[in-house]
């Protein structure tokens, strides 16, 4: 399941995420001003639900399911016995 599904939205605002994400790691690596950074998280915020993005998708809860479900779906595809191995 991808984190976020395409939309037709115009292609500036894809681009314009792209950068501010950018801009708040810059910030956070160079010991930016604390509100600063705290201003530009919430500008992502409200964009992405602008964007028609759930916040709770990008959520370390919703990523925490994400991962579970994912590795759910590769256990059951394995198999029940583990291989042989030749030593």
Known sequence: ????TDSPLPTAW??????MQSALILLD???APED???HL???????EVAM???SDENS???LHKQIEDAFAS??????LEPAATAW
């Open 1 to 4: 399941m991808p984190l976020f």
């Open 14 to 19: 894809r681009q314009a995420l792209n950068h």
């Open 29 to 31: 690596e160079s010991d």
């Open 36 to 38: 600063v950074a705290a």
């Open 41 to 47: 998280d919430l500008a992502l915020c409200r964009l």
């Open 52 to 54: 028609g993005r759930s």
């Open 60 to 62: 370390v809860p919703g």
């Open 74 to 79: 590769v256990m059951e595809d394995a198999p």
